[in-house]
C-alpha cells in the first residue's frame, strides 16, 4: 500500500470515529433516528468506494458532509417519487374501485329504471350512473338547478322504493351482491 492509500484510509478511519457526529447532522434533517442511520450506512458505503475521490488537500470532513447532504437529498427525492407513486396508484384504484362497485350495484336497478318516470330516469341515468354534473344535467333540461336537485331526489326515492318492492331486505340493507330474483 503506498503512502497516499495510507493517508487516505486514515482519513476515511477518522469519519468513521465521527459516526455520532453525523448521525446527529442526518436526524436534524430527516427527523427519524433509524432513516438517519440508513442514510448514514449507505454514506459510508458510498465513502469507501470513493474513497479515491478524495483529494490530499481536501478536507474528509468537508468532503464527507456533501457526501451526507446528497444522501439527504436522494432521501426526499426518493420519498417524493414514492409519494406521487402512492398518489396515483390511490387515485387509480379509487377510480377501478368506483367503477367495479357501479358494476356490482344491484343489478335490480338496470331492470328498474324502465318503469320508472321518464323525468326520473333520466336524472339516474345521466347524473347518478352516468356521472353528469347537476349544472350540465339542468342546463341540458332547460331548467333551474334547484329544479334538477328536486328531481334528482324524487327519482332516488321512487327508485328506493321500488328496489324495496323487488328486492327486499337487498335494498334495505345496500347489498352489492345481489342474489335477489329479478322483477321481471
Request: proline share 2%; aromatic share 8%.
Amino acid at each position: 500500500m503506498t503512502s497516499g492509500e495510507t493517508a487516505i484510509r486514515a482519513r476515511t478511519a477518522h469519519l468513521a470515529e465521527m459516526h455520532s457526529r453525523f448521525l446527529q447532522f442526518l436526524r436534524g434533517r430527516v427527523g427519524d433516528p433509524a432513516t438517519a442511520e440508513d442514510i448514514l450506512q449507505a454514506a459510508y458505503v458510498k465513502a469507501i468506494q470513493h474513497e479515491s475521490d478524495l483529494r490530499k488537500d481536501e478536507s474528509s470532513v468537508a468532503w464527507f458532509y456533501r457526501i451526507l447532504r446528497n444522501a439527504i437529498i436522494d432521501h426526499y427525492r426518493q420519498n417524493a417519487t414514492r409519494s406521487r407513486a402512492a398518489e396515483q396508484f390511490a387515485a387509480e384504484w379509487n377510480e377501478s374501485y368506483e367503477m367495479e362497485l357501479k358494476d356490482q350495484a344491484c343489478t335490480c336497478i338496470r331492470d328498474i329504471l324502465p318503469d320508472l318516470k321518464k323525468d326520473y330516469r333520466s336524472a339516474l341515468e345521466r347524473v347518478d350512473l352516468g356521472g353528469e354534473s347537476m349544472d350540465a344535467f339542468a342546463a341540458a333540461e332547460q331548467t333551474t338547478p334547484n329544479n334538477a336537485y328536486v328531481r334528482l331526489h324524487r327519482a332516488r326515492k321512487a327508485l328506493a322504493k321500488k328496489l324495496t318492492e323487488v328486492c327486499g331486505t337487498c335494498a334495505i340493507h345496500h347489498c352489492l351482491d345481489c342474489s335477489c330474483k329479478s322483477h321481471k
